[in-house]
């Protein structure tokens, strides 16, 4: 079994909820066995005595006494973690400008369907990946590492690019070039790009264009259940282009916000990427 995060917080429930469990069927009764024989065998007891050993009775093992106060805490964190949201951090600048190397983002784990922790399998179907969502799945190369970026070819999409230039089904992504990047922080590396401004059917975002890069031209149709992810610094990412599409039971969930920020080429808290929604 993979110790990932998810594996752990659910050995955690189980081992506190098994010993929480445990004290309260059996080890509870037997301390109020030995409370009644010890009382009712004693009439001689003082009520000093008597309360002694009232509290002999409540006193749980401290091993039981972490276990009952832990198990209620884990278990909502897994909750939270497996079904509702769950925060990642950015390690690299492949989605560059629209998220940086040191941004702490928060994913949407419902947006795709409800799954078990661990396991992954899906339990319930809530909805489906949009063109141009942001999403975290799991790296089909290597499951155990998590992955984001933009959903560009849904099921059945004929993905072509082209000279830098993205074509869905035939059609160019119309883009608007807004000049050079103005890189700072740990977006320096990027300094000289272009940046664009390209229309995903609708869904606008940035994205970077590296010109000194060499050009990579492919043509792909993208399967059932399966979708083709882009980073958005287009000549600096690992993404389908290279290794194929995502399959949907990866899917881990949708990025929605920005909740910190640390800028390790500065050394500080870039304070105005906080709160900033992910489109």
């Known amino acids: 079994m ?15 909820g098994a010993i929480w469990a445990f004290d309260v069927w059996v080890w509870a009764p037997k301390r109020r066995q030995h409370f009644d024989a010890v009382v009712g065998g004693n009439a001689n007891l003082t ?11 409540h006193k749980e093992p401290v091993l039981v006494e972490y276990s009952r106060s832990l198990f209620p805490v884990i ?19 492949s989605m560059m400008p629209t998220l940086l190397d040191g941004d702490f983002i928060l994913v949407n784990k419902f947006t795709y369907g409800i799954r078990l922790p661990v396991i992954n399998k899906k339990i319930i179907g809530v909805g489906k990946p949009d063109r141009g969502d942001v999403a975290v799945f799991r790296y089909p190369k290597d499951p155990s590492v998590d992955y984001i970026k933009r959903i560009i070819g849904l099921p059945g999409d ?12 035939g059609e160019p992504m119309h883009r608007v070039d807004f000049g050079v990047y103005e890189a700072s922080g740990t977006g320096i590396t990027m300094a000289g ?16 264009i590296d010109n ?22 287009r000549d600096n990412s690992n993404d389908s282009r290279f ?10 969930g949708r990025a929605f ?10 050394g500080s808290v870039t304070w105005s990427r906080i709160g900033q929604s992910i489109d």
């Open 2 to 16: 993979h110790l990932d995060f998810p594996t752990i917080m659910v050995l955690a429930v189980l081992i506190t």
């Open 47 to 57: 009520e000093e005595q008597i309360e002694i050993e009232k509290e002999r009775v």
């Open 75 to 93: 278990l909502i964190v897994l909750i939270l973690r497996s079904f509702l949201i769950e925060p990642f951090r950015i390690p690299s600048g």
């Open 158 to 169: 004929r993905v072509t690019y082209r000279s830098k230039q993205l074509y869905i089904n």
């Open 193 to 208: 790009a272009q940046m664009f401004e390209e229309d995903l059917s609708g869904v606008k975002h940035n994205l970077l």
């Open 212 to 233: 000194n890069r060499p050009i990579v031209n492919m043509d792909y149709t993208v399967g059932e259940n399966e979708y083709f992810v882009m980073g958005d610094n």
């Open 243 to 252: 290794w194929g599409t995502v399959p949907e039971a990866n899917l881990v």
């Open 257 to 266: 916000m920005i909740w910190m920020n640390w800028d390790s080429a500065n």
